[in-house]
């Protein structure tokens, strides 16, 4: 049953991060505003965008799901932080929600991480 649940959050983490790392590789302004409203270099929203499709790739990967979790776990971080203090909380939820789904995923696959 567990291996399910990592399965669909994984999927969930996976669907996020592709059209995430999308819209911010393709340059779309609604992406790179958040960076420029906490001050962020342009520079940066790509690089984050880089970071959530190898996420995207790596969250299917048995002994890199584990690194790829905790990686979008960082990631989702400064999104929270970025919707608590600039936008409306409720806007955060999805956030939190990968937030949460990368712990999990994390917590269930850890043994098997590339370190392990």
């Given at each position: 049953m567990q291996k399910y649940i990592v399965w669909g959050l994984s999927a969930l983490v996976s669907f996020f991060m592709l059209m995430g790392g999308y819209g911010k590789l393709s340059?779309?302004?609604?992406?790179?505003?958040?960076?420029?409203?906490?001050?962020?270099?342009?520079?940066?929203?790509?690089?984050?965008?880089?970071?959530?499709?190898?996420?995207a790739i790596g969250i299917w990967l048995p002994r890199l799901q584990a690194l790829a979790a905790l990686g979008v776990?960082?990631?989702?971080?400064?999104?929270?932080?970025?919707?608590?203090v600039y936008t409306p909380i409720q806007t955060g939820i999805p956030a939190f929600v990968v937030l949460i789904s990368c712990a999990v995923i994390f917590q269930y696959r850890r043994k098997e991480a590339i370190w392990a």
């Open positions: 340059g779309a302004p609604e992406m790179h505003g958040a960076f420029q409203m906490m001050g962020l270099p342009g520079w940066f929203g790509y690089f984050i965008g880089a970071c959530e499709l190898a996420a776990a960082i990631i989702m971080i400064g999104a929270v932080y970025f919707h608590v």
